[in-house]
């Protein structure tokens, strides 16, 4: 008696969610296939993948042995579906992606999308990388594009680039083109919560200087933070890309940073044995998107 890739997938989910239940909903079936999908399974291999651990299921030795294998299986036959035909995968994609990063690049990508996958539906999440990584981590999410992620256990980092970013400040304040850490720290500052990228951004660069600022308002949106820096209200670190718009019509100025700013590194990320059709497609049409924008330039370190 074979396998089927049917049943890996039934496996590899139920694996990885912890419960039949969920792995049903991840799959959109009913929780009894799953369950005759993995006795199938079992009953094919001769061994036995699961056993009960009060209301949830734990893996055999034999079953947490079969994960990577499987998921290296299902991220293969999706390859090979998509190679197929590419214009008609199909299907939904829940893709999250940092604000500063989507607010420039997002409009291309739905072109993208549109002309290269028509079938497929996708649904973007916008947040801070911290947070769409804690949902790509719960499933909420199939793919994220993420601005210096933390690395988390079971999830694949696929390197897309160099996002630069800028301190960038109001023409009214009539600043010097070039900054230290003591020049701004009694300025005002906005900046995103604690755990994001752009904080950890600020917080590195005056510590270079043993420095802390002075006044460090905090703010969920980036939009509105570009709002805020262009406004005059604050000082604040932005993509570069993002604020050309207010570069041009003169309203802020991009300062220069001594020491620079660790700039974000960007990467798409999602779980092991998630590189389904639908997840492979959207990555390639972020690529696409990105290399007619010019958007990222290259992270030397991960060439």
Known sequence: MRFTIAQLEAFFWTAQLGSLNKAALHLHMAQPTISLRLRDLEKALDVTLFQKNGRSLALTAEGFAL??????????????????????????????FAEGFAMTCLPRLLETVREDYPLLKPEYVVSISY??????????????????????????????????????????????????????????????????AMFRQIKDWF??????????????SVAVIGHLVSSGAALGVLPAKMMEADVLAGRVQVLRPVPDLNHGRVYASYPDGG??????????????????MDYLRVDKSEA
């Open 67 to 96: 994960v990577p294998r499987a998921a290296a299986l299902l991220e293969e036959a999706d390859r090979i579906r998509l190679q197929t035909d590419p214009a008609a995968v199909s299907g939904s994609i829940r893709v999250g």
């Open 131 to 196: 947070e769409l990584e804690r949902e790509l981590n719960d499933r909420h999410l199939d793919l994220a594009v993420l601005v210096n992620p933390t690395g988390r256990h079971g999830m694949r980092l696929f390197p897309l680039g160099v996002q630069d970013t800028a301190w960038v400040a109001s023409v009214a304040w009539g600043l010097s083109p070039e900054v230290r850490p003591a020049d701004l720290y009694r300025l005002p500052i906005v900046s995103n919560q604690p755990r994001s």
């Open 275 to 292: 590189l389904t059709a639908p997840v492979n497609a959207m990555l390639k049409s972020i690529q696409k998107a990105l290399a007619s």
């Open 207 to 220: 510590a270079t200087a043993g420095l802390e600022p002075q006044r460090l308002d905090l703010c969920s």
